[in-house]
């Protein structure tokens, strides 16, 4: 046996275990995913709704990510990068005291961390589709979670709702409700926000992705916004092979024609159904 063989193998070994002591830490880091939480504390005047709500939603979330993955074909691993926290109150603070349920991204001693809150006055009077709802806010969640938080926050509005509203299936509904208020004056590009009604705008402009260039191109693309931190032409032309003006201009004339497929509503305006 050739005496220096040793000691060069020890080296090889030593040097292995360095190389894994000094990355295995860091891939855990990056893999480690947190599961989401449930914040047990709820004052309010629904406790009969809360413990109803608060057994059912531990399947529910499940369900709807699994959904939602099938519907947009975001990446999603077991778990959550930043620790994502599900409650219940009566009061959500102002711009979102009519919404049954919203998310919230934000800091807390010094980590990111994320805030579903389930409004049960507004779930009280029952005219909303609460899976739907909690689809679209769970899409939100997921969204910020896959980006980053920072650059979730500079990805632009149209994308975030029409992408929640899509893979929510809240589209066709709140589409029709709009057009039967107010024609085709919402759209106004997806860059401009006047009302509500822009989100169906929005939705608009992923239905197009999907009838134009099937759900994988959809799927690819969601997936090509994330990857490129938001860099929305790039992932366009890349994924359906559209520059990004061609595609204003695209989705402005699909929109269009799908507004005067849906005509005026023939019946009594207060039978005008809502848009969630
Ligand atoms: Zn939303």
Known sequence: MDKSSFPKGMNRIILLALFFNFFLPLHSAESRRIPWALDEV?????????????????????????????QIGLNYQEGWRYPLVVGFLDNAPPGAEFALAYVQLGMEGGEIRQDLRINLSQYEKEHFDFEKVLAHEITHAMLNDAMGAEASTVLPLWFHEGLAVYAANQGEQMLKSYVYHYGNSFLNGLDHYASAADYAENYLAFKYIHKKHGSNALHNFVFEVVKR???????????????????????????ESEIREIGIFKGRPQDIPQPY
């Open 42 to 70: 709820y004052s309010g005047s629904y406790q009969e709704t809360f413990q109803k709500l608060r057994n059912e939603i531990q399947f529910l979330l499940r369900q709807t990510v699994i959904d939602v993955v099938g």
């Open 229 to 255: 931190k938001g860099d929305i032409p790039n992932a366009l032309e890349y994924t359906c092979f559209e520059k990004w003006e061609d595609f204003l201009k695209n989705v402005m004339e699909f929109s």
